[in-house]
């Protein structure tokens, strides 16, 4: 049974995991007979976003573990503590998090830093040949880190802006529909834009995730 | 194209809704045809509980209407704004929530008093007709809202304290497993055990849940 670690980065598309995405995720590796681990980096987020007022709330402060523990029920362990050797790939749900927790993107653009836990991870699943899949925004991730060793083909769905940026950390772009996954055989790299398509459906997410994680798995060596 | 309201309680298995069966939910009734209205109290949280340590967090507050729209992406109502004649029916997903700020089973038993937008979404829904279905624990609100009604048929799985408690509040209890949904066509109420087993995978949670949102649509008459 392979095994996955899925990359959470809080509870809520504006400001940590997008949770259609996440729970996507979980549900499409289970459904393939995956077997599956959250984690998530031990770290204040980089603000509160209320999600009925779509204003970040002034003063608030929440955890990243903590908070993408909501999605995981319990069962997620921090990133600093991952032996990446135990797993067999790694999937990255989108949301806002993904790029305001797990990198500075969101602030930043192409000058973003990347989390250190999330560097290591991405670079050391990266030599060993296990496959990563990135979904929504969290390509950027891919192409900051991945982008000098080589040019990964990544998606981010036809958002002409984000594409430029991708091209600029050194990836390549190729567009997708929000059912569609691209595949980078080479560099062992899958992505798909889901809520990048701000206005698709959740089965729409769900179809296009679970043909993301289902191309991750065969990749497997 | 039938519209149903997705009552939630918060984000999160131990202080809100459960985000597995929420997203299970929304998916199934997206899949099956159906448009859906995510709504929530505009009340605080009985307590916020940290999902890393399973602690409850002392001095935090958080209010059920904003955490719940981070499962709806911003897309949700108030339920005091609720218009019942608009909708087709309703689901309530589970999770701590359900028993802690839709009603207050978790403190209560079965004394416990239901919000009072919660009690009058029921009664008039069940006065209209309208299929309600209950999953995970909110069998209990069903129960106390409805159990003088008649006697709402609702499975809670095999859970034999909570099987009890709905009986007391004269409700029958019908034993289902984690992929089965209970159907009482008299009263139009559809319930499933989904994490009342709690070792179950997302899987089947979703499984469960496809079964007793398809019973439920098939309801509306």
């Given at each position: 049974v392979p095994k996955i670690g899925?990359?959470?980065?809080?509870?809520?598309?504006?400001?940590?995991?997008?949770?259609?995405?996440?729970?996507?995720?979980?549900?499409?590796l289970?459904?393939l007979g995956a077997e599956?681990?959250?984690?998530?980096?031990?770290?204040?987020?980089?603000?509160?976003?209320?999600?009925?007022?779509?204003?970040?709330?002034?003063?608030?402060?929440?955890?990243?573990?903590?908070?993408?523990?909501?999605?995981?029920?319990?069962?997620?362990?921090?990133?600093?503590?991952?032996?990446i050797s135990d797993y067999d790939g790694f999937v990255?749900?989108?949301?806002?998090?993904?790029?305001?927790?797990?990198?500075?993107?969101?602030?930043?653009?192409?000058?973003?830093?990347?989390?250190?836990?999330?560097?290591?991870l991405i670079e050391v699943a990266n030599d060993a040949g296990k496959p990563l899949c990135?979904?929504?925004?969290?390509?950027?991730?891919?192409?900051?880190?991945l982008?000098?060793?080589g040019?990964p083909?990544?998606?981010?769905?036809?958002?002409?802006?984000?594409?430029?940026?991708?091209?600029?950390?050194?990836?390549?772009?190729?567009?997708?529909?929000?059912?569609?996954?691209?595949v980078d055989r080479d560099n062992k790299v899958v992505?798909?834009?889901?809520?990048?398509?701000?206005?698709?459906?959740?089965?729409?997410?769900?179809?296009?995730?679970?043909?993301?994680v289902d191309e991750t798995l065969r990749l497997i060596g």
């Open positions: 899925v990359v959470l980065s809080g509870c809520g598309v504006y400001d940590g995991s997008e949770i259609h995405e996440a729970v996507s995720v979980l549900l499409a289970d459904q599956c681990q959250c984690m998530a980096p031990d770290a204040d987020q980089l603000h509160v976003v209320n999600h009925f007022t779509g204003e970040q709330a002034p003063g608030e402060q929440r955890q990243v573990l903590a908070e993408a523990a909501r999605i995981a029920r319990g069962k997620i362990v921090a990133l600093s503590t991952v032996r990255f749900p989108g949301g806002f998090g993904a790029a305001k927790n797990l990198c500075t993107f969101a602030l930043d653009g192409v000058e973003c830093s990347v989390n250190a836990d999330v560097k290591r990135f979904c929504c925004i969290s390509p950027v991730i891919a192409a900051k880190v982008g000098h060793r040019e083909l990544l998606t981010i769905g036809n958002d002409a802006e984000t594409a430029a940026a991708l091209e600029k950390m050194n990836a390549a772009h190729e567009q997708a529909t929000v059912l569609e996954a691209v992505s798909t834009p889901a809520y990048m398509y701000g206005e698709a459906s959740i089965s729409e997410i769900y179809a296009g995730i679970r043909q993301a």
